[in-house]
T-cell receptor, first 112, second 115 residues
Framework: QKEVEQNSGPLSVPEGAIASLNCTYS??????FFWYRQYSGKSPELIMFIYSNGDKEDGRFTAQLNKASQYVSLLIRDSQPSDSATYLC????????????FGPGTRLSVLP | NAGVMQNPRHLVRRRGQEARLRCSPMKGHSHVYWYRQLPEEGLKFMVYLQKENIIDESGMPKERFSAEFPKEGPSILRIQQVVRGDSAAYFC?????????????FGQGTRLTVV
């Protein structure tokens, strides 16, 4: 079993819809969870991170964490064509440092 | 405040040559992380360094790869005797704290092509 799993996509949603991106992880001791966005040929950009069970909202983005189910998700409301990118789920297993385990990423395509 | 600076942005090396990738963390950041992204694959952790110390090198290949972060100057990822399979994007990230809930900022990456 891979440590961090994501559907590779592409996930296609119409403009204005809600995009739902999912991530599961295998290490129950994982501490914090990050969502990065990566445009083709560019560096990852942090969208948000979460470390407590429940929801965390930032603008159009909501991260959801369920440690019992080892599941973290990212919802993007009012999706825009500019949101089309690969979304990377990153899990930080340690209390010390930022040595992430990244998932393979989900390609999102928002159709105008 | 300049972001994480990596150079060169693109590097072409012939098989057997050495590649040196540089990373200057954001001002005030003393924690540096190197990741490799192979074509059509996810990011893989390589090494975590603090000034003059290697904290975690569990992702580093056992041979040909080394990393350092000296007291003065940028962090260097060195690949000796490069092979075609080393062709990838190498990203550096930095953070100000070791706290696992602190954001790490990524540089623009160095795209290494081995011919």
């Amino acid at each position: 079993q891979k440590e961090v799993e994501q559907n590779s996509g592409p996930l296609s949603v119409p403009e204005g819809a809600i995009a739902s991106l999912n991530c599961t992880y295998s290490d129950r001791g994982s501490q914090s969870f990050f969502w990065y966005r990566q445009y083709s040929g560019k560096s990852p950009e942090l969208i948000m991170f979460i470390y407590s069970n429940g929801d965390k909202e930032d603008g159009r983005f909501t991260a959801q964490l369920n440690k019992a189910s080892q599941y973290v998700s990212l919802l993007i409301r009012d999706s825009q064509p500019s949101d089309s990118a690969t979304y990377l789920c990153a899990v930080n297993r340690d209390n010390y440092g930022q040595n992430f385990v990244f998932g393979p990423g989900t390609r999102l395509s928002v159709l105008p | 405040n300049a972001g994480v600076m990596q150079n060169p942005r693109h590097l072409v090396r012939r098989r057997g040559q050495e590649a040196r990738l540089r990373c200057s963390p954001m001002k005030g950041h003393s924690h540096v992380y190197w990741y490799r992204q192979l074509p059509e694959e996810g990011l893989k952790f390589m090494v975590y360094l603090q000034k003059e110390n290697i904290i975690d090198e569990s992702g580093m290949p056992k041979e040909r790869f080394s990393a350092e972060f000296p007291k003065e100057g940028p962090s260097i990822l060195r690949i000796q005797q490069v092979v075609r399979g080393d062709s990838a994007a190498y990203f550096c990230a930095s953070s100000p704290l070791a706290d696992s809930n602190t954001e790490a900022f990524f540089g623009q990456g160095t795209r290494l092509t081995v011919v």
